[in-house]
């Protein structure tokens, strides 16, 4: 064979694995109907990847291999969206529905109309653009009108067609947009690999599938297993007229598109459907929070056109907040920092509202006697807005033979030292403050976020700094050295010296904060603040008596009692005495006043933001002098938007506001 048929031959052996592989994509990710094991797969790709790699000039953007791109980008570009990309007005009830039916048929002066009804996905909103079959840009909805260019990570999703097949060729250019989710499964299995590395678990899928499209680095997003369905094929080059048979020729393209979607003439069918997917909602392999219907007709869509930023053609029919039946696997008693003793609940994982629900508290002894829970329950779990979620009832008759009622202890747990209830206190405490619970309690605390923030010190490594009696005050902290870390597990040279500078970092925290990190009873973040500045310094503090305290705004007796209490123990003083020596300043610094950089800003947050709480994010604008408010006026200078932000992120736009994305808003309040 001449050398020009050996390249022949190999360049056909290519297109072919190229072709079967992307055919075996469709198979797997649209049908749900696959041919082949993924072993098979692996070995063709395997094929595939060593032939391309000899011989690259056979090699095409659109080749399966291809998904995972080059280095890590440092930002992602802004692309402007050819069409805004709306959001949903909502509707909560079947009456709802009927409003909005009226409205349509009213609106377009129609007896009947026909809708769409398909399944609302609860994951991340992406635009995908095709030139010429060829995938060629995917983009965020960010604010609707912009969002970020995140296509090298949407390439890494595996049923995002790099090339369409079929009549998806013909156009030159094509818009379809969609979400991008994780299955529940997957997103549990992420979150147990991240709880072994001690890393940060994430809320729910939908967080877990925005903050991994965030991602800078391809390669970690190619292995966190997101998925994406279409909902949407926009332009008018594409003949039908029909929403519903543009869902069908998605599907011809090679998209994957979720199979439950119909046709209806009637809103009465539409609420039908409704209830069955409400049903059906636990056996989706993948969160959803309702039902969206939309007007069918294209043309009929744009007569009703759109009022402020959602469709009049389309509605979002959502499910009610839930409960859950798990299985109660134990009762285990907690011991917090103060030594208060809290029954919890450890559940059998469940998703509710959104998020994985694994504990669940009890509250106190009174709780669990008036329940009768017992280890082996069945038990209905609810959770409203951020509530801690609890157990609102036992299902008895699934109740297996054999439980016994819960006793509770007339010792700690933990350290097996006497516990006692104050009067008109629900629970009971450990009264020996060595308890290893409170000592542990205490550690996480200290360095936690909102307090020191010392990074890299997870709970298994302040587990092992116990264990190994180096530590047993956050005093003791200081006085680690590199040597001291190396030997602990998951623990190496840099990640050492990492922590090591997170802890010589953290001496330059502010008075507020390290009076806050101390754990005093009942003083919180907003506590710590106010008792700083009216004070600052511990020794102005520690002088003041109950009376002095209580006559600073918002200290009542509760706290200032604990407060004095705090000071009486020599524990407490020698602590905060070997701290000063470590280099902590216990008192306003000059520096401080300067920091006060936001002061007179005042702020509007909306939306759920991925690494911090509306709490969090509010103390610390609040740190620096801002302040939060919570409706959008002409007095707001920014509004901060996270994921799902509404109406205020409207208001905001019409009256000119600077709207700041979570990374935008980091900065401007990080290093303080
Ligand atoms: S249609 C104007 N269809 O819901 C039509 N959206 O609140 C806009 N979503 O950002 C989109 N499932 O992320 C549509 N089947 C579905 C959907 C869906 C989920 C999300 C989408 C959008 C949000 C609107």
Not at 185 to 203: H, S, T
Not at 281 to 303: A, C, F, M, N, P
Not at 371 to 395: N, Q, S, W, Y
Request: hydrophobic content about 35%; aromatic content about 6%.
């Amino acid at each position: 064979m001449t050398s020009r048929t050996v390249s022949e031959s190999i360049r056909k052996r290519i297109t072919k694995l190229q072709r079967d592989l992307l055919n075996h994509d469709y198979r797997y990710f649209v049908l749900a109907d696959p041919v082949i094991s993924d072993r098979e797969y692996d070995t063709l790709m395997r094929e595939l990847i060593e032939l391309e790699e000899q011989y690259p000039e056979f090699r095409t953007p659109e080749s399966p291999t291809q998904r995972v791109g080059g280095v890590p980008t440092k930002e992602f570009p802004t692309v402007t969206h050819t069409r805004p990309m709306l959001s949903l007005s909502n509707t909560y009830n079947e009456d709802e529905l009927y409003d909005f039916d009226r409205r349509v048929r009213n609106g377009l002066g129609e007896e009947e109309v026909m809708y769409v009804a398909e399944i609302k996905f609860d994951g991340v909103a992406v635009t995908l653009h095709y030139e010429n079959g060829v995938f060629v840009l995917g983009a965020t909805r960010g604010d609707g009108m912009q969002g970020d260019d995140i296509t090298v990570n949407l390439r890494t999703v595996r049923s995002i067609p790099l090339q369409l097949r079929n009549d998806g060729r013909k156009y030159n250019r094509l818009e379809i947009r969609g979400e991008v989710l994780m299955f529940k499964e997957d997103f549990f299995a992420l979150n147990k690999y991240r709880e072994e590395q001690g890393q940060r678990l994430f809320a729910n899928p939908r967080n877990a599938t925005a903050g991994t499209l965030k991602l800078q680095d391809s390669k970690i997003v190619a292995q966190r297993k997101l998925r994406f369905f279409a909902y949407q094929l926009l332009d008018e080059d594409v003949k039908s007229n029909s929403h519903f048979e543009r869902l069908n020729m998605l599907i011809d393209m090679g998209l994957p598109v979720s199979d439950k979607f119909e046709r209806y003439t009637s809103v009465e069918k539409v609420i039908g459907f409704c209830r069955d997917i409400e049903k059906e909602r636990d056996e989706l392999l993948y969160e959803i929070d309702g039902v969206v219907v939309k007007v069918d007709s294209l043309t009929l869509q744009e007569k009703l056109g759109t009022i402020a930023k959602s469709p009049r053609w389309a509605t979002a029919y959502k499910f009610t907040a839930r409960q859950a039946e798990t299985t109660l696997n134990s009762i285990v008693l907690q011991v917090g920092r103060v030594g208060t003793i809290t029954p919890v609940a450890e559940l059998e994982p469940v998703l509710l509202g959104g998020t994985t629900v694994k504990r669940a508290t009890l509250h106190n002894a009174d709780e669990i006697e008036r329940l009768d829970v017992r280890a082996g329950d069945t038990v209905i779990v609810e959770k409203g807005g951020d509530v801690i979620p609890k157990i609102t009832g036992v299902v008895k008759e699934k109740r297996p033979k054999g439980t016994r009622a819960f006793t509770f202890p007339d010792t700690c747990p933990v350290c097996k030292s006497g516990i006692k209830r104050l009067d008109g206190e629900a629970n009971y405490f450990c009264i020996n403050t060595e308890c290893p619970a409170q000592i542990r309690g205490r550690l996480e605390h200290f360095v936690s976020r909102q307090a020191m923030d010392i990074d890299g010190l997870g709970e298994a490594i302040i587990e092992q700094l116990i264990n190994r009696k180096l530590v047993i005050t956050p005093a003791d902290l200081y006085e680690l050295k590199k040597d001291d870390l190396v030997p602990l597990e998951r623990m190496g040279e840099k990640s050492a010296s990492n922590l090591i500078n997170a802890i010589e970092k953290s001496k330059a925290q502010p008075f507020n904060r390290i009076l806050y990190a101390l754990g005093i009873r009942h003083v919180g973040q907003g506590v710590a603040r106010i008792l700083a500045e009216e004070f600052g310094s511990i020794d102005e503090l520690q002088k003041a008596g109950e009376e002095e305290l209580t006559a600073v705004r918002e200290i009542g007796p509760r706290i200032a009692q604990s407060v004095t209490a705090y000071f009486q123990e020599r524990n407490n003083l020698e602590m905060i005495e070997r701290l000063t020596k470590a280099g902590l300043v216990f008192s306003l610094q000059g520096s401080e006043e300067k920091k006060q950089t936001l002061k007179d800003t005042t702020f509007v947050l909306t939306g759920a933001l991925d690494s911090l709480t509306r709490d969090e994010a509010k103390a610390l604008v609040e740190t620096l002098g801002g302040k939060v408010t919570s409706s959008v006026s002409k007095k707001t200078d920014y509004v901060v938007a996270g994921a799902d932000a509404g109406s205020k992120l409207n208001k905001a736009r019409e009256l000119n506001i600077t709207v700041l994305n979570e990374e935008e808003f980091l900065n401007m309040v990080k290093d303080h």
